[in-house]
């Protein structure tokens, strides 16, 4: 199955009723809301003490909360792992900020720049409320981008055209839903509120002297890469933190020339898969051309394929913490990698990474190469990369001989120099082990707050 097989179908069957705004009494609606196939508007209703598949709700609060986080829904990442998201935030991604007095179900979405993530619970018995919803996810499910927008624009014009029937044409959702339809139609608007949104704004939020750097860093470093690091750098970093992007061009680094005779683009086999799945994929087919198939890769070859010498390497340290490892292409094939991390175990994985990221965009793209704790699609596809390249699963299952104890896991990760995490999560994706895997987040990705 490929790595949009689900979809989000959401359907209304108008009820006209209520005592509220003609906006909200005109919209009333039975609404289901169905993700790969889970209704995940089926409810008891307390008072008559029924199951239902729709819920009854006004659609024109649903609509206007998705029309005004458009940008930040199709562009805004979940924040790190670990990393509890701000109020801000959830307001633009949890459904139940529609609001206007409606019981919603616990959903959330967040984009990885290719396909849109969603998760949601049921509610919980303890809650004291009309409505109780039912089913939730296990994991998150994956709808493409391009599916995803069409719901939610076929849902917000089919708000609209029922407004218009019944007389009403100047709603703040017409408004609104014209203005984003606009500025969808103008690269050079969808280009600014893409950015903006990727930093944590809301369109027009944003201080205009920070976005005009935002602007410039776009076209310096690359639109792929400002992708990456906008979230971390933008609002919930003050903006100001900006600066230190720019900064990075003049600090020294390590400078390589990756082998190109080795990572090409002939290395890859493309296909529509997952980016771990990729990944792994790639991992492998260069462990083939490296003539190394299921054994521990050293320091040495990792190196050579970035074209680093090993001095410049060990005697490397950052000056702080960072929130970002980068590669800075210059001339030819050359790069400027700053590595963040200092472990020799974390900066073999984060190298790897490196690898992976070239291979991934650094060819054809000559922007920046990124490494960060996000959770994007690029960032998914670098850490499964490393993991399989530095500890590829056939040669840990050789090693284990299905010994999954812990003193077990802990010599293989010493065995590899990877972390034991590392080993964790390659046995629980391939369903040697259950444990949490870092690559299909359970539930919500934090504990929400109800």
């Known amino acids: 199955m490929g790595p949009c097989a689900m979809n989000i179908d959401l359907k ?20 289901e809301l169905c993700v790969g196939g889970t209704k995940l508007t089926q409810h008891e209703d307390i008072w008559s003490q029924t199951i239902r598949d729709r819920v009854l709700v006004s659609a024109y609060p649903l609509a206007l909360w998705m029309a005004s986080s458009w940008w930040r829904l199709n562009f805004e990442p979940l924040p790190a792992h670990n990393v509890r998201p701000t109020t801000d ?7 139940g900020a529609a609001n206007h007095g409606f019981v919603w179900p616990q959903i959330m979405f967040a984009s990885d720049c290719e396909i849109m993530q969603i998760w949601a619970v049921p509610s919980k018995a303890s809650q004291n409320q009309s409505v109780r919803y039912l089913n939730g996810l296990n994991e998150s499910a994956n709808v493409s981008l391009g599916d995803f927008r069409h719901s939610v624009t076929e849902f917000v014009e089919a708000v609209i055209c029922r407004l218009e029937a019944v007389g009403i044409r100047d709603s703040d959702l017409v408004k609104l839903w014209a203005e984003v339809r606009e500025e969808l ?59 230190l992007i720019e900064k990075m061009t003049t600090t020294e680094g390590i400078i390589g020339t990756p082998r190109p005779e080795i990572l090409n683009d002939r290395t890859r086999t493309v296909s529509n898969q997952v980016p771990w799945r990729q990944a792994v994929d790639d991992a492998r087919t260069l462990r083939q051309t490296i003539g190394n198939t299921n054994y521990p890769v050293d320091n040495a070859a990792i190196y050579d394929l970035l074209g680093l010498r090993s001095q410049d390497v060990e005697q490397w340290s950052p000056a702080s913490r960072s929130s970002a490892g980068i590669a800075i292409h210059g001339q030819g094939k050359e790069f400027k990698f700053l590595p963040r991390k200092k472990h020799p175990v974390a900066k073999r994985f984060e190298l790897s990474r490196f690898l992976g990221d070239y291979l991934l965009s650094g060819i054809s793209n000559c922007g920046w190469l990124t490494s960060t704790d996000l959770g994007t699609a690029r960032q998914k596809y670098q850490r499964a990369f490393a993991a399989e390249f530095l500890c590829p699963i056939d040669g840990l299952r050789d090693y284990l001989q299905d010994d999954f104890t812990e003193s077990a896991l802990e010599d293989a990760a010493y065995n590899f120099e990877v972390s034991p995490e590392t080993v964790r999560s390659l046995l629980a994706n391939n369903g040697l082990i259950s444990t949490f895997s870092r690559y299909a987040e359970p539930r919500f990705p934090y504990q929400p707050a109800y």
């Open 89 to 95: 935030w959830r307001m633009a991604h949890e459904l």
């Open 185 to 243: 139609s103008n690269p050079e608007s969808a280009r600014y509120r893409r950015i903006e949104a990727e930093m944590g704004f809301d369109p027009d939020e944003c201080p205009e002297e920070i976005m005009h750097q935002a602007l410039r860093l776009d076209e310096i470093i690359g639109t792929s890469a400002l992708t990456e690091l906008a979230p971390i750098y933008g609002k919930v970093a003050g903006g100001t933190s900006l600066d």
């Open 12 to 31: 209304l069957d108008w009820l006209a009723s209520g005592n509220d705004a003609p906006e909200y009494r005109s919209t009333m609606a039975m609404l």
